[in-house]
C-alpha cells in the first residue's frame, strides 16, 4: 500500500520561509513522478510544482516560480517543498501527490497525502 505523508506546515509571517516533505512508502519512485498542489479556503485545489522522479525535471506555478523550489531525495524516499518569501496568500492546506505521468493536472495523480496547513500572517 502507498503512502504519502506530508509535514512541515506551521504559521509564518509573510517574507518567511518554509520547508516541506512528503515521505513515500510502499512503491518505487524512480517511474514516477511527484508533485505539490495546494488548496486554500473556498478555492480549488490547485497546482504547485511538480518533478519527474528519474529526470529530475520539474515546473511550478507562475505564482510561485522564483520563490518556491521542488526537490527529491531519492535515498530517503522524500520529496521537499521549500517556500521562501511567503506571502499571505500562499495561505493553504498542501499536499504531496504522486502520479505515473508527468503533469501539472490534478486528474493525473492518484495518490495524495493527508495535507498540511501552512498559515502566512501579514
Known amino acids: 500500500q502507498v503512502q504519502l505523508a506530508e509535514s512541515g506546515g506551521g504559521w509564518v509571517q509573510a517574507g518567511g520561509s518554509l520547508k516541506l516533505s512528503c515521505v513515500v512508502s510502499?512503491?518505487?519512485?524512480?517511474?514516477?513522478?511527484m508533485g505539490w498542489f495546494r488548496q486554500a479556503p473556498g478555492k480549488e485545489r490547485e497546482f504547485v510544482a511538480a518533478?519527474?522522479?528519474?529526470?529530475?525535471?520539474?515546473a511550478y506555478a507562475d505564482s510561485v516560480k522564483g520563490r518556491f523550489t521542488i526537490a527529491k531525495d531519492n535515498d530517503k524516499n522524500t520529496l521537499t517543498l521549500q517556500m521562501n518569501s511567503l506571502a499571505p496568500e500562499d495561505t493553504a492546506v498542501y499536499y504531496c501527490?504522486?502520479?505515473?505521468?508527468?503533469?501539472?493536472?490534478?486528474?493525473?495523480?492518484?495518490?495524495w497525502g493527508q495535507g498540511t496547513q501552512v498559515t502566512v500572517s501579514s
Open positions: 510502499g512503491r518505487s519512485l524512480s517511474s514516477l513522478s
Open positions: 501527490g504522486q502520479a505515473y505521468t508527468y503533469s501539472v493536472l490534478e486528474q493525473d495523480y492518484d495518490v
Open positions: 518533478v519527474a522522479w528519474s529526470l529530475g525535471r520539474t
